[in-house]
């Protein structure tokens, strides 16, 4: 079933939402052309923005946590877990792009041994997503099979001149919406056809994606069992060559997910916690004895083949880059994986080892 | 819009290649779109040809790459600097930081680059292609069919618009026009930031500050940053990088970088160009370099090869700290 | 509700209940838990994360056996901020402790019935001390066990006193002990590892396990090579820097392995199908 309302009630329905959980809405921010999520309030409005600055997967992967804590006192310790049940949220206007990527983090973080930290943000988050009606040059989440129109989540929605459609989709989806149908006047049952303006918006939106400039970019040569084409590619060292080693490409992407642990110490005890971390940092793998990526470009290497290759061949084909298209915006040296994966050549011999 | 074409850039990198005196050329390598351009070394002539450009997206200061390149690369390499990059330079040999033999410097004039975001203000997001046309760019979109013009000077870079100085402070050979040192309004925003209350100071600092997402970008493009092993990739250090575990650190951070490159700093602007969620950081920076001035006297650093900042230079005229913070001399 | 929800990043406490001192940079810890137990079961080749809070993490190989089951020992050598302070560390000492993790050697499946070969230098005896003592202690299992040992001098041979005492004078085993340079006191065999098997010449239907500095790994496997063995009967451990130890802090990965789950014990035809970068 797709329910509807009409634009102009817009905050009403954001208050109606908030009046039974926690809402977090993309709004605009004072800085030219970023948007990041804030928690609503009544006067708050949703950005129009493509994409936040900051992906959403610090809602489940939030860019420090604490762990547990400890304290000691002569050679005892205590260990204490400091861990609390979340309440319930929901997360209005996430991206086809970034609905995508929980697939991907839920790979790495609910399966084989869960992460219970992650996984008891997922329980309890609702992903409201939203259909992109305006795709920009940076966008090829077409590469990767993504369907803006039809982004996944628990519940999806299209906004339209008129009106927002929401259909639910998942079990969380449609308790999601029997809770607003419970407190909302304004919400209405509008069928199960696709509305005729959702699917003039869909129809222009599809022309729009053929005329980017990222169209053809396409995944084929690369994905599961690929490592012995690409790893010793010639291109490496010329891809590489300005990359500043630093962040921002990692922090900024919805799917990368790796992380440190840390201790802080604190007038007390200790806090065990863990950060987001970036395999472009020389410290990444560094060991007391040495490290196995001595140069920006095996680290440059590690990250590109772990989106294009290492990660399809743990998980089923899967793609860990979405096209969302951050990295190309705010990488500070304009590299980024849309040129990587246009200028690599496969290792035809599988290298020289 | 650059009155300094392309062409001219290229004939020179290709005579330079051709005659001997250079090996490699430190460039701007095309990219995907009209305003995502790489730094990169070319050592031929078609690949100059195929992919050098020179326009108004040519932001990267290349001072900080000469660092690497001078070590892997064998040969003279070649680099374009614009006026604000050649005090980089400078300053970095003042810190022995390479070869100045190794490198052989174009000069070229600048009339400010253009800063992308300020672009897509104006012509919204989506665009298709970007072209100069005389004062003007024409900036086409993938929802409109007539591009829109906007004026060149309307969106330049803050650094660029408060622009300190058109001349070159070294070089081996220049192209285009030499121009004058600025009177620029660098310090205005300063002023701005001085005359608040201290509360009003710290609550504007928190809330840009708190935005700061770790990456790096900053301390890792900074041409006076040029540590072997920075005190925060140090796990010995107790302030390793990659994340606040409090509010307090966020700050920290950028404190500290900005007292570790003061009287070194340029006021190159590379750190707000590169901040991914675009801080202006630097403010911190100008702010102690207004400083310097008003408490030593004037004070470019990189003005001149091998001086000595007023940081690290003791006379008996240097201002009293009591004449600062008030007490007992 | 916590219950419901257990975490494999939240370790125990584990009790140092004795230290051994093994060479000058290498010292074997006992821990048990609060009430003197073993702190989990484990299979040979497997490891642990030992922390001291405030200090740091790290993934270190259980060197005792599984067939031991009161106790958990692990040699530690001196390299880093965390050993530091645990070498400072005195009996009763509280460290934490989670695990087991990794891939362990396949004792029960592919060793069944083979003859092994042991091979290791300095403190890579760690690592394959648990699956020797295994071995041993299930005699039945094997044919011939050789063991080669070597280390910069007498004095950093590691675990010397089990070597003499319990090893070489098992059944159907036997020891090679080698020391880089002459040393007074020394009527061992002297030279360095690689070297000493060559000359040993092992029969090429072994089933090898080499462990040790990554110099010592080159020129041995080189030497096994030339002998005749095939990559499919040489296993070996990786070392990596861990975090998690459960595949998902994204650090130890060499390709699409990662060494903290698929490994540490990897045989070397499958790390032929990696990428050179470990």
């Known amino acids: ?353 | 819009m650059q009155k300094l074409t392309r062409g001219e850039l290229v004939r020179k990198a290709e005579e330079l290649l051709d005659n001997g005196e250079v090996k490699h050329v430190l460039g701007w390598r095309a990219g995907e779109f009209d305003y995502d351009l790489t730094p990169s070394v070319f050592d031929t002539k078609d690949d100059i040809e195929a992919n050098f450009r020179f326009d108004d997206f040519c932001g990267p200061n290349f001072s900080k790459y000469l660092v690497k390149k001078t070590r892997e690369l064998e040969g003279k390499i070649l680099v374009f600097l614009k006026p604000c990059d050649t005090y980089s330079f400078n300053e970095l040999l003042t810190e022995h930081r390479f070869d100045r033999e190794k490198v052989y410097v174009v000069g070229i004039e600048c009339s400010g680059m253009a800063d992308i975001f300020k672009i897509k203000e104006i012509a919204g997001e989506g665009i298709s292609k970007i072209e100069p046309d005389g004062e003007y760019l024409s900036v086409a979109s993938l929802y409109d069919d007539e591009p829109v013009k906007i004026k060149a000077s309307d969106v330049l870079e803050e650094r660029c618009i408060n622009c300190k100085s058109k001349k070159h402070v070294v070089y081996d050979e220049l192209l285009g026009e030499e121009g004058e040192e600025q009177d620029s309004g660098r310090f205005e925003e300063v002023e701005k930031l001085e005359k608040m209350t201290s509360e009003e100071r710290f609550g504007f600092w928190k809330k840009e500050l708190s935005r700061c997402i770790r990456c790096n970008a900053c301390r890792d493009v900074c041409p006076a940053c040029t540590c072997e092993k920075c005190v925060f990739d140090n796990p010995d250090s107790g302030t390793q990088n990659k994340s606040p575990a409090t509010t307090f650190e966020e700050q920290n951070f950028h404190i500290i970088r900005a007292y570790h490159v003061a009287g070194r700093c340029t006021d190159c602007g590379e750190c707000s160009r590169v901040c991914p969620q675009r801080i202006p950081l630097h403010l911190l920076n100008r702010k102690f370099i207004k400083d310097i001035d008003s408490f030593y006297g004037d004070y470019q650093a990189g003005q001149e090869a091998g001086q000595r900042n007023p940081l690290i230079d003791y006379t008996q005229n240097d201002i009293d700290p009591s004449e600062i913070f008030g007490g007992a001399k | 509700m916590m219950a419901e929800r257990p975490e494999n990043l939240i370790p125990t406490i584990g009790v140092i209940k004795d230290i051994r001192v093994d060479t000058p940079d290498i010292k074997t810890f006992t821990v048990v838990t609060r009430d003197g137990k073993k702190p989990f079961d484990h299979k040979p080749g497997q490891c642990a994360m030992l922390s001291i809070p405030g200090v740091g993490e790290a993934m270190f190989s259980i060197t005792s056996s599984p067939t031991v089951t009161d106790r958990m020992e692990f040699s530690v050598k001196k390299c880093g901020r965390l050993t530091d302070i645990l070498h400072q560390t005195e009996i009763g000492q509280e460290i934490t402790i989670r695990g087991p993790y990794g891939r362990p050697f396949p004792v029960d499946t592919d060793f069944k019935g083979k003859d092994l070969l042991f091979i290791s230098g300095g403190v890579g005896l760690a690592p394959i001390h648990s699956v020797i003592d295994y071995c041993l202690n299930n005699r039945e299992n094997y044919g011939k066990i050789a063991i080669v040992y070597g280390s910069r001098s007498k004095n950093d041979l590691l675990d010397i006193d089990e070597i003499n005492n319990v090893w070489a004078k098992a059944e159907n085993t036997d020891v090679y002990l080698t020391i880089d340079r002459a040393q007074e006191g020394w009527n061992g065999h002297v030279g360095f590892v690689p070297n000493y098997v060559t000359e040993l010449g092992f029969d090429t239907s072994m089933t090898a396990v080499l462990c040790g500095p990554p110099i010592m790994i080159k020129f041995t496997l080189q030497g096994l090579y030339s002998q005749g063995f095939k990559p499919e009967q040489i296993y070996t451990t990786l070392e990596m820097r861990m975090k998690c130890g459960i595949g998902k802090c994204g650090r130890c990965n060499v390709g699409s392995k990662y060494v903290c789950k698929d490994g540490p014990v990897f045989r070397f035809d499958e790390l032929s199908q990696l990428p050179d970068e470990y």
Request: with cysteine.
């Open chain 1, 1 to 353: 079933m797709i329910y509807s309302c009409e634009i102009s009630h817009l905050d009403d329905l954001f208050k109606e939402i908030s009046s039974f959980e926690k809402l977090y809405l993309p709004v605009d921010e004072n800085e030219s052309l970023s948007s990041r999520y804030e928690v609503y309030s009544e006067g708050k409005k949703m950005s129009d923005r493509l994409n936040t600055v900051r992906s959403p997967k610090d809602f489940f992967f939030p860019q420090t946590e604490n762990l547990m804590a400890f304290k000691t006192e002569g050679k005892k310790i205590d260990i204490i877990d400091v861990r609390q049940e979340n309440e319930d949220f929901a997360v209005f206007g996430v991206r086809a792009c970034d609905a995508r990527a929980f697939k991907v983090l839920d790979n790495v973080f609910l399966k084989d041994v869960p992460d219970s930290y992650y996984a008891d943000r997922r329980a309890h988050g609702t992903i409201i997503s939203l259909a992109c009606s305006r795709p920009v040059e940076t966008c090829f989440c077409h590469t990767f099979d993504i369907d803006p129109t039809e982004p996944d989540g628990d519940v999806k929605s299209w906004k339209t001149e008129e009106k927002l459609y929401l259909e639910p989709v998942t079990e969380k989806g449609n308790k999601f919406i029997e809770k607003l149908l419970s407190v909302s006047d304004i919400l209405k049952e509008e069928g199960t056809e696709t509305p005729a303006d959702v699917a003039k918006q869909k129809e222009q939106t599809k022309k729009i994606i053929k005329k980017l400039p990222l169209y053809s970019l396409s995944k084929e040569k690369f994905g599961a069992g690929k490592t012995e084409e690409y790893f010793n590619s010639p291109e490496w060292d010329k891809l590489s060559e300005s990359c500043l080693g630093c962040g921002t490409c990692t922090f900024v992407c919805p799917t990368c997910q790796c992380y440190d642990i840390k201790d802080f110490k604190t007038n007390n005890g200790v806090i065990r916690y863990r950060c987001w971390d970036s395999c472009m940092y020389s410290d990444f793998t560094m060991m007391a004895a040495g490290q196995p990526r001595h140069h920006q470009k095996e680290r440059f290497r590690q990250r590109f083949m772990h989106k294009l290759v290492y990660y399809p061949t743990d998980y089923d084909g899967l793609f860990s880059c979405v096209g969302c298209g951050r990295c190309l915006q705010k990488c500070p040296i304009h590299m980024n994986i849309a040129k990587v994966m246009k200028t690599l050549t496969p290792v035809s011999d599988g290298g020289d080892k």
